[in-house]
C-alpha cells in the first residue's frame, strides 16, 4: 500500500520561500515513478506544478510554465522522497499542494493527466500574502 506525506507548508509573505516534501512508503525500490506535485486554490481545479522521475539517474522534471524559474523539484532516490523548493512566491501561488504517485517515468504531459496518478498525499495548505 502506497502512502504519501506531504510537509513543509505554510504562510509567507510574497516574494518567500518555501521548501516542501513528499515522502512516499510501500514503492519497490526497483521500480520506476513518477512523482508530482499538483495545487488546488479555493474554487479552481487541480493543476499541475512540477514532476520528478524516482529511482532513476537522470531525468527531466517538467514544470508548469507559471512556475519555471521560480520552482525547483528534486529527489532522495534512497528516500523515495520528493522536495519541491518555491521562490520568489506570489499571491497566486496560493492552494493546498499535494504530492501524488503513478508507475514509471514521467512523461512531459503528466502534469495534465491527474487521471494517470492513483496515489495521493493528504496535502499540505501554501498561503501566500502581498
Known amino acids: 500500500q502506497v502512502k504519501l506525506v506531504e510537509s513543509g507548508g505554510g504562510s509567507v509573505q510574497a516574494g518567500g520561500s518555501l521548501r516542501l516534501s513528499c515522502a512516499a512508503s510501500?514503492?519497490?525500490?526497483?521500480?520506476?515513478?513518477?512523482m508530482a506535485w499538483f495545487r488546488q486554490a479555493p474554487g479552481k481545479e487541480r493543476e499541475g506544478v512540477a514532476d520528478?522521475?524516482?529511482?532513476?539517474?537522470?531525468?527531466?522534471?517538467y514544470y508548469a510554465d507559471s512556475v519555471k524559474g521560480r520552482f525547483t523539484v528534486s529527489r532522495d532516490n534512497s528516500k523515495n522522497t520528493i522536495f519541491l523548493q518555491m521562490n520568489s512566491l506570489k499571491p497566486e501561488d496560493t492552494a493546498v499542494y499535494y504530492c501524488?504517485?503513478?508507475?514509471?517515468?514521467?512523461?512531459?504531459?503528466?502534469?495534465?493527466?491527474?487521471?494517470?496518478?492513483?496515489?495521493w498525499g493528504q496535502g499540505t495548505q501554501v498561503t501566500v500574502s502581498s
Open positions: 520528478i522521475s524516482l529511482h532513476i539517474d537522470g531525468g527531466t522534471p
Open positions: 510501500g514503492l519497490r525500490s526497483t521500480s520506476y515513478y513518477c
Open positions: 501524488a504517485v503513478d508507475g514509471g517515468v514521467c512523461f512531459a504531459q503528466s502534469l495534465s493527466k491527474l487521471g494517470w496518478f492513483n496515489d
